[in-house]
């Protein structure tokens, strides 16, 4: 074993390594031999110190620096801690062992023990006493009933199941052990996650990205001016300042044009929190286009107004009372039926943009609809609350990418880098 | 403890620079490791000036690179000469004193060279501190062209060839997290994340900065400003030059305490947008951090 420095090894660094990747950030071989280097220059005698190191070396943003600092504290902990804290996980095994004995011993009905899972039986054997003698006299209430003869086990354990959760006592799938994080966080986790208890959170962290966008965008540094051709109708008219030498060259400068856009929003079901945040996003900026509408679809698609779109309740409350809403997607059908509205919601000016999950009854109804309509609009830009990663894996972002600039917007941050690039001209 | 982290920190005393451990302990990673190092953090929380320090702590020239967007590697890098070339044709040419093909391949040497802040870098004899501002606000483009200079400290001139650097400049680069950087980047880079400071360490940098303030008044202004900075009805987050700012504009009016009417009287220096202003002095737990 190749060894570093007193009580840390290379392979130690490896294996932290490793754990670090397990938990998503981006380790090589590079950052372990510079970790390596790191501490042969300052020694393990200040465990802070090697710390912030290593830190240094593996953690390449603030939220990459949290997960380090979790691991870091949990990996490399002096002999003393790691024996007391075995000793303790011992303890409380042989405790929790205990209590399921008890647990089991209480839980029968007419001297036969009563099948539950195991999850069942261990949020049933953390429970106190008190809680347990309640609970037990509510199975008894609750199944004292002749009528339920012969003695049903299903509805035994539903009983006790409802009633652990009445209690909010955990149990698996009840979300009631989720860590709460800081606000900052989420603009990093994915939408489709965020809860409804989230949400005004949410909205304040978007007011906030907005108003740094819309000052950001219009804080912008003029380009350098060389990046464009070169614009020989003018630097000849400026030659002729300098007796016909071409001193001072021009160059064509790019411009910007605020778009016509139209927005075509997926409201079905679990789409429906994404369309209303990426509205918000689009909506707010200003500077963005000189003209926009809005079409709602699930089966079917409908307009809205400005004002709906304006605010999340009033757009939520339309969109349930619309019909669109629960419904499958079918964003051919979608298309389809605009293509046929008159006048023409789009011409070849118009930025299509649609907030779509890409997940659509008959695709390759939907790809025909989507290659018509790529060549009947300027551009089509579309707004894919599934992260990136997962694309290669579906078959309807591979038939719909090769008509549309396809962005990410699985988490707050992507939304906001879209939205700037979109209303800074980049898209 | 480590002498070298020792001789580090007292370079930055000398500099009457406030740091913590964190701080000292990545600058000590990215100078022995010779890696660029990568700063992030609000606007205003000191990233620039943490190279500019380091300038100072080392004995070393300042070559700053303020990033923008459409920025290209002739504002980056090198750039010819265009107007010396064309006179330099144009005056040869006129008096017949050269051949042609003697004079073109003349035009593309060192005399017409114009140096931008990287190349300045490179070439410089004596090791320099090389501040790239705001990377994120250059393209990605760009920030793919940095690649080959942060991981080989060379860059590559057609007409010249490659250029190698005589010294290794300390690289710091600093970004607001307006776009993402590339993991490609990140990965040649020790990082720092700098949030705003605690009250304590904001009172520490306006005695260092403004020597003579009065200790109270300092507490309270820090106090007041952590307020705001936490704050969801303030959008423009106070920097720690504001911080200074607001302080100075206090001892100036002779403003021994900060109440309601000085804050008032003085929030402009602090805040920077009317709708910050309007909301936060209709703040009531604002009004109660003040006197």
């Not at chain 1, 397990?22 to 090589?28: K, P, T, W, Y």
């Not at chain 1, 095994?93 to 899972?117: D, V």
């Not at chain 1, 298309?335 to 008159?342: D, G, P, V």
Request: hydrophobic fraction near 35%; glycine fraction near 6%; proline fraction near 3%.
């Amino acid at each position: 074993m190749t060894r570093v420095s007193e009580g840390l090894s290379i392979e130690n660094l490896t294996v932290f390594s490793h754990l670090l990747r397990q938990q998503g950030l981006s380790v090589g071989i590079s950052e372990t031999m510079d970790a390596t280097r790191v501490i042969e220059l300052i020694g393990l005698e200040d465990k802070n110190a090697v710390r912030q190191a290593l830190s240094a070396i593996y953690a390449k943003s603030k939220s990459q620096q949290r997960i380090f600092r979790e691991t870091f504290d949990r990996y490399f902990v002096g002999e003393e801690i790691r024996r007391r804290q075995l000793d303790q996980k011992k303890k409380e095994r042989e405790e929790q062992q205990k209590r399921l004995r008890e647990a089991e011993e209480e839980l029968q009905y007419n001297g036969k023990p009563l099948e539950l899972n195991s999850e069942t039986k261990e949020a049933y054997a953390n429970l106190s006493r008190a809680e347990r003698e309640q609970l037990m006299r509510y199975l008894e209430f609750s199944t004292d009933n002749k009528r339920r003869s012969p003695f049903n086990q299903r509805f035994m354990q539903k009983i006790i199941q409802q009633r652990l959760m009445l209690d909010d006592h955990y149990l698996p799938g009840s979300g009631s052990e989720e860590m709460q994080g800081e606000p900052e966080d989420l603009l990093e986790k994915n939408l489709s996650d965020i809860t409804d208890e989230e949400v005004p959170h949410v909205i304040a962290l978007i007011n906030r990205l907005v108003r740094q966008l819309n000052g950001s965008i219009s804080r912008e540094y003029r380009r350098s001016g060389k990046s464009g051709r070169l614009d020989f109708r003018k630097t000849i008219h400026e030659s002729l300042r300098t007796g016909g030498s071409f001193y001072r060259l021009r160059y064509k400068k790019r411009r910007r044009s605020k778009k016509r856009m139209l927005l075509l929003c997926d409201v079905s079901g679990s789409m429906l929190k994404f369309s209303q945040f990426a509205i918000q996003f689009i909506k707010s900026m200003s500077d963005v286009a000189e003209s926009s509408e809005t079409f709602l679809f699930s089966e079917d698609v409908k307009k809205v107004s400005r004002f709906v779109t304006g605010n999340m309740k009033a757009f939520e409350e339309h969109v349930k009372e619309s019909g669109l809403w629960g419904k499958g997607t079918d964003i051919g059908g979608a298309i389809e039926k605009m293509t046929q509205l008159r006048p023409l919601p789009f011409n070849g000016s118009t930025v299509l943009i649609i907030l779509s999950d890409t997940k659509t009854v008959n695709t390759k109804k939907a790809e025909d609809q989507i290659k018509n309509a790529s060549a009947r609009v300027k551009k089509i830009i579309w707004m894919n609350p599934i992260p990136e990663s997962k694309w290669a894996n579906m078959k309807s972002v591979t038939a719909f990418k090769p008509y549309c600039s396809m962005l990410d917007c699985s988490t707050l941050n992507n939304l906001a880098r879209a939205c700037a690039r979109l209303s800074s001209g980049q898209l | 403890m480590n002498t070298e982290i020792e001789n580090l920190k007292r370079m930055l005393d000398e500099q009457r620079y406030i740091y913590d451990e964190e701080l000292i302990i990545t600058l000590f990673v990215a100078l022995k490791l010779e890696r660029p190092l990568l700063i992030e953090g609000a606007a205003g929380v000191g990233k620039t000036e943490v190279a500019k320090v380091m300038a100072r702590a080392l004995g070393r020239e300042l070559v700053r690179l303020q990033c923008y967007e459409g920025m290209d590697e002739t504002k980056a890098l090198y750039e010819w000469n265009y107007q010396k070339q064309l006179l330099t044709i144009q005056v040869k040419m006129g008096t017949g004193e050269v051949e042609t093909s003697e004079l073109t391949g003349s035009l593309f040497g060192e005399e017409y060279l114009l140096e931008r802040p990287l190349l300045r870098s490179i070439r410089s004899p004596e090791p320099v501190v090389l501040l790239i501002d705001e990377i994120d606000k250059a393209d990605e483009e760009f920030e793919a062209f940095l690649l080959e200079l942060l991981s080989e400290f060379q860059v590559t001139i057609p007409e010249l060839g490659t250029i190698k650097s005589r010294t290794s400049p300390f690289v710091v680069l600093t970004s607001n997290s307006v776009r993402p950087l590339s993991d490609a980047l990140k990965r040649r880079c020790a990082y720092l994340y700098i949030d705003y400071p605690t009250v304590e360490k904001e009172v520490r940098i306006i005695r260092a900065r403004l020597p003579g303030i009065d200790t109270s008044l300092a507490v309270q202004v820090a106090e007041a400003v952590k307020y705001l900075r936490e704050s969801d009805k303030v959008v423009k987050k106070p920097s720690i030059a504001e911080t200074l700012d607001w302080i100075s504009a206090l001892t100036t009016l002779g403003i021994k305490s900060l109440d309601e009417k000085a804050a008032e009287s003085t929030i402009g220096f602090v805040l920077k947008n009317y709708e910050d202003i309007e909301g936060i002095l209709d703040d009531e737990g604002f009004r109660r951090t003040l006197n």
